[in-house]
């Protein structure tokens, strides 16, 4: 391994040091241009910003979105550039790459933003520290390009949405001396390829560091000490999934793209003889109301995860499968067993899975990936599958903190859209490369691909389409590597502490606000300063309830407990308590009536039981 590791990084790096040159030159110019555009808008809108809102120039400008009904209307009343299907991470990405490209773009979203795969992560943001070993030990040049470009992305991330992502350590611990110089060396090349990826505005991450087996303890000490001979200390990106989302899918739509959640596609148009038909639009339902109308477009792009293939064989039933389901298990524990700015890893579990034990959002999360799968709109986990996670972390944990069952606040499953290489056997053998596909009626289809690499994925699925589609026309380049998603403009690392300042608030609420709303944090608290909190336990605020159907776009009870707030997927017994609430709120706001607030509250507790066990 240590002389193939040598091999293939200086491999890369001879072929990475051939380009850097012309890449400096092209990077400089872009960020020095990029630059410049966006200190002349910035010292404008601060201006602005400064007269209106008593010198608080660090307040977010109002998203001022248009309703659902205006966004309907709009949809129907044109034929647009690009109709999307699907608002998971990448389909959100896609609509936002386009619009900032100048063009007309409607996404449709069958249940809620994110609430698929994309609220169902382990919420790394990271390059793959398995994948980069099988690139190495197979001198597999397509997977290392997979971690190079994820961990590209990475660094994307932590700049355009500084609220939302940060930069976590994550500790290996070692109990077999043979295993330090494997994963020093490992780790290290992880490093490295970080390193060769960075462009020049990244901040770039902290680098790995070897510790003793007193300091490891002294850092982490809910591990087994026996056997213990020291720890290797690496860092990666780790995020709110969903709120990533949604702040994917707000940004879009405050460029001008019709986003549309609860909006089921029932029918691709096409226009033309059969043999040589062309899909120009969507038939769809908004399963709110019922309503059923068509989007006509030059362009629909099928961007739906791990129903993928359903999209594709609603325009050709004979396609084959191309999408290989792939489930992540988590369960979500107290913030007791793990430090709280210290997360960890076991390489290898005793099926071989990869194991990880986070901190998240005041709680722990823990789980593994890459088992097979049914295609399911809510995966549920199986006892077995809880009890499986629960017995590997209590190897690792000393005996004085042992998981019990009743430690177990929430689990829930996610689905990956794998899309599966000739002659794979398992899920753990295809890579998270991701491709795009023209079929013969011009859908564009993008599948495969992981989470990190969501904003690469939309831009590539944006050159297809164009390059499929040459009649529409792009105003200019892909803007997304340079743009702030919603939120993140004017996020400083103190946003805390002035908002304690400036309203009297507990810093645990502060800090929720700023890492949840960034710069916008101002108009959650400005609704009703008599703050209330949404359920005990929890930093979360009865406002922000009223902030998500006001602005994030929020339809149901289910679309705030486990997407806009999160609690669903951190507890499930507060998330119960929190019910009643949420609906009296939203009823207020979308002016539901008694009937719609028991459906609300019915379907709300059937989505809370398959977050149990």
Request: aromatic share 8%; glycine share 6%.
């Amino acid at each position: 391994f240590f002389i193939s590791s040598l091999f293939f990084a200086g491999l890369c790096f001879s072929l990475k040091k051939m380009s850097w040159s012309l890449r400096a030159i092209g990077v400089a110019v872009a960020s020095a241009s990029a630059a410049l555009t966006h200190s002349m808008f910035f010292a404008e809108k601060s201006n602005v910003l400064d007269a209106s809102n008593n010198g608080k120039s660090e307040v977010g400008d109002p998203l001022n979105l248009p309703s659902r009904q205006d966004m309907i209307t709009l949809a129907k009343s044109k034929t647009v550039d690009m109709v999307v299907i699907g608002g998971g991470a990448t389909g959100c990405g896609i609509a936002l790459d386009a619009v900032s490209r100048g063009l007309d773009v409607v996404l449709v979203e069958r249940d809620d933003f994110g609430s698929g795969t994309s609220s169902r992560s382990t919420k790394l943001i990271h390059g793959g520290v398995r994948y980069l070993e099988k690139a190495v030990l197979g001198l597999d040049m397509e997977q290392f390009k997979l971690v190079e470009e994820a961990l590209s992305e990475r660094e994307t991330l932590l700049r355009i949405a500084p609220h939302i992502a940060n930069e976590v350590p994550i500790i290996v611990p070692i109990y077999r001396w043979w295993e330090l110089p494997y994963l020093w060396i490992g780790i290290k090349a992880y490093d490295f390829v970080a390193w060769i990826s960075k462009k020049k505005e990244d901040v770039g991450i902290s680098s790995s560091f070897m510790l003793t087996k007193t300091e490891t303890l002294r850092q982490f000490p809910q591990l087994k000490k026996d056997k213990l001979k020291g720890s290797i200390v690496y860092h990666d990106g780790q995020h709110d999934d969903a709120g990533m989302t949604l702040a994917i899918a707000l940004t879009a739509a405050k460029k001008g793209a019709l986003t549309l959640n609860h909006t089921n596609v029932v029918k691709l148009l096409k226009e033309g003889a059969d043999e040589g038909s062309f899909v120009c639009g969507v038939e769809v339902e908004d399963t709110q109301s019922g309503q059923k109308y068509t989007v006509r477009s030059q362009c629909v792009v099928n961007a739906t995860g791990c129903f993928t293939d359903n999209v594709l064989q609603m325009d050709t039933p004979s396609n084959s499968e191309v999408v290989v389901p792939s489930q992540g298990l988590h369960i979500v524990l107290p913030e007791y067993f793990c430090p709280t700015n210290l997360g960890m890893l076991e390489p290898s579990s005793s099926d071989g899975r990869v194991l990880f034990l986070l901190p998240w959002l005041g709680r722990v999360i823990a789980g593994t990936t890459d088992s097979p799968v049914e295609v399911s709109s809510l995966p549920h986990p199986t006892q077995e599958d809880v009890e499986f996670v629960v017995s590997e972390l209590n190897k690792k944990l000393s005996n004085d903190v042992q998981i019990r069952p009743e430690d177990v606040r929430a689990a829930w499953s996610g689905i990956r859209p794998l899309v599966r290489k000739p002659g794979s056997t398992s899920t753990e053998d295809i890579p998270r490369t991701h491709f795009v596909y023209i079929s013969d009626s011009g859908l564009v289809t993008i599948a495969g691909g992981k989470w990190t690499t969501y904003r690469q994925m939309a831009e590539d699925a944006v050159d297809a389409a164009l390059e499929s589609h040459p009649s529409i026309t792009p105003q200019q380049p892909s803007q997304t590597k340079n743009t702030f998603l919603v939120g993140g403009d004017r996020y400083t690392p103190t946003l805390p502490h002035r908002l304690v300042q400036l309203y009297d608030i507990p810093l645990e609420v502060a800090t929720h606000l700023a890492q949840r709303y960034g710069d916008k944090s101002f108009h959650v608290i400005d609704i009703d300063h008599q703050l209330k909190p949404l359920v005990k336990s929890f930093p979360n605020l009865q406002n922000e309830v009223v902030y998500a159907c006001r602005h994030e776009m929020a339809q149901t009870a289910v679309d705030v407990l486990a997407r806009r707030t999160r609690i669903a997927f951190l507890d499930n017994e507060r998330a119960l308590e929190a019910v009643d609430t949420v609906v009296e709120i939203m009823a207020k706001e979308l002016h539901w009536n008694n009937s719609k607030k028991t459906e609300e509250k019915k379907n709300c507790k059937e989505f809370l039981e398959t977050m149990r066990v």
